[in-house]
């Protein structure tokens, strides 16, 4: 059966990729900043456990966009997978989530951002991603300022800087898209990790969060490792007066995606749809 199930998923996969093919955007259009080496199709890891296709070797950064399924509802979302900034685990934390919110009627953008250990370059493609975005807002019939952006992982740690370092200048502006804001409108961090670097696991030092940060969803469960994130977060939010809405389980883990099977999994999709329909749909 398990077996069974993992096959599934990479039909499932490939079919969403194929099928979304013609609607790949490449981030850079010349040379990537700050990498030196050429750009190439990111690699599938050969550890395929728990049936989901890892990516590594990222040079030339994309956006897989998954359209709307039905009448679209003028947002969207920038999806930022995890795997510890050393890889992507691109369907469970990528296609499968953007699936979902489609057929909720959001336009879904999967960003394969730089890894292995490109901090900075991952910055600079989320950054470039929701620019990108925002100058494409009337081709995809959206709505510039119901854009907004989901991380899971340390795609939550990136997710969390894009919305409190958009203002940061982390790269030179190369086209008339950079000089849009790269700020999301929303933001919802699914068991985030590496947000609480600061002293005695405080706040990571380099996310200043102030009023002006976008609102947040976060969601997380005791028995995760990097749980603390998602608490020492809500609690900078609370300070600063931001709306925050956060939600912290007993069980589940860390590394579910929305998949059946675990109970954290099947719990925040329908909270964070409510959510969405509160703050960015209404």
């Known amino acids: 059966m398990k077996h069974l199930f993992c096959s599934i998923v990479f039909l499932i996969t490939g079919m969403q990729v194929f099928s979304q093919e013609k609607d790949l955007i490449h981030l ?6 700050g990498e030196t080496a050429a750009k190439q199709t990111a ?23 998954f359209k709307p399924e039905g009448k679209g509802n003028g947002a969207a979302v920038v999806i930022c997978p995890g795997g510890g900034y050393q890889i992507l685990a691109i369907n469970l934390e990528g296609y499968e989530i953007a699936k979902w919110l489609s057929h909720l009627g959001f336009t879904a953008f999967v960003l394969q951002y730089r890894v292995p250990k490109k901090q900075e370059g991952a910055l600079q493609d989320v950054q470039r991603a929701m620019r990108l975005v925002r100058s494409q807002a009337k081709q995809w019939q959206l709505n510039p300022e119901k854009i907004g952006v989901m991380g899971f992982s340390a795609g939550g740690s990136l997710s969390a800087r894009i919305s409190t370092l958009y203002d940061k200048d982390s790269y030179t502006r190369i086209d008339e898209a950079d000089n849009l804001s790269s700020k999301p409108a929303f933001t919802l961090l699914i068991y985030p990790a590496y947000l ?6 405080s706040l990571t030092p380099e996310l200043t969060v102030n009023v002006q940060t976008p609102p947040m969803f976060l969601f997380a469960t005791a028995d995760d490792p990097y749980a603390n994130s998602a608490l020492v977060m809500a609690g900078a939010l609370r300070d600063a007066k931001v709306p925050v809405e956060l939600h912290f389980y007993a069980n589940g883990g860390h590394g579910y995606g929305l998949r059946p099977g675990n109970s954290a999994a099947e719990v925040w999709p329908a909270l964070a749809q409510q959510w969405l329909q509160k703050n960015v749909l209404r």
């Open 28 to 33: 850079w259009p010349g040379t990537v900043p």
């Open 43 to 65: 690699v599938p890891t050969s550890d395929t456990s728990r049936g989901v296709i890892r990516l590594t070797n990222v040079t030339d950064p994309t956006l897989q966009v």
């Open 196 to 201: 609480d670097q600061g002293n005695n696991r």
